[in-house]
């Protein structure tokens, strides 16, 4: 997956298996902002058919 730093909009790649499922606090590298980032939401089933 992949993360935006709010703050100086730096990019990074992560596993999604580093995120807890409820998410976790991550911080920046280059400006050391914290924030907490959630894993994406897994995609809904498709709906029975009637």
């Known amino acids: 997956m992949r993360l ?5 909009a730096a990019i ?9 499922p409820g998410g976790s ?3 920046c590298s ?3 902002t914290r ?3 959630r894993p994406p939401a897994l995609a809904a ?3 029975p058919s009637p």
Not at 4 to 8: K, R
Not at 12 to 20: I, Q
Request: proline share 12%; hydrophobic share 25%.
């Open 25 to 27: 606090h991550v911080q």
């Open 4 to 8: 935006s730093c709010p703050n100086c």
């Open 12 to 20: 990074y790649e992560l596993s999604e298996d580093r995120l807890t």
């Open 35 to 37: 924030w907490f980032a």
């Open 30 to 32: 280059e400006c050391h």
């Open 45 to 47: 089933p498709p709906s």
